[in-house]
């Protein structure tokens, strides 16, 4: 894959994590890219659907698993916008995935490169090229925005209620 694939790619990615925004969920994007073609998309739905594993790459992943009738998806890569946690970095292992693109890092939970270093393990019995920053500015403020937007929203909640409890109280 070239630079210029790894950055159109992560764009899809980055479409797939706004649409898990608009419905209330981290943005996540992650699809899987085998002999050039997608076979598999995924973005965060743990809000939407009450799923503690409903993170974008395992979504992929299945899609992907799907799409090729086997657990192994071999010879392709995943793109996700976020450096994968400890369960994700674990399936990309479990599905031999060749390659891992990702966006930007994740310091409280990432298990590629910030806390741990799974997909390149040597004591595991597979091992991914590993691909990181790729569109990271923009994966890291689409994240920050969220974010941000989520905290202003719950502040204002809270402003409400407690308005609302004096109002009450003054009645």
Known sequence: ?????????MGIC??????????????VGAIVVHDGQIIGTGMNVREQNSDPIGHAEVLALQAAAQHLGHWRVLD????????PCAMCAGALVNARVTRLVYGCTDPKAGAVESLYQIPTDVRLNHRLEVVGGVRASECSELLSNFFRDRRRIKHAEKAKMRRGGRAAEGA
């Open 1 to 9: 894959m070239s630079e210029h694939d790894d950055n159109t790619y």
């Open 14 to 27: 980055l479409d797939l994590a706004r649409k898990a925004a608009e419905a209330g969920d981290v943005p």
């Open 76 to 83: 392709s890569t995943l793109y996700v916008t976020l450096e």
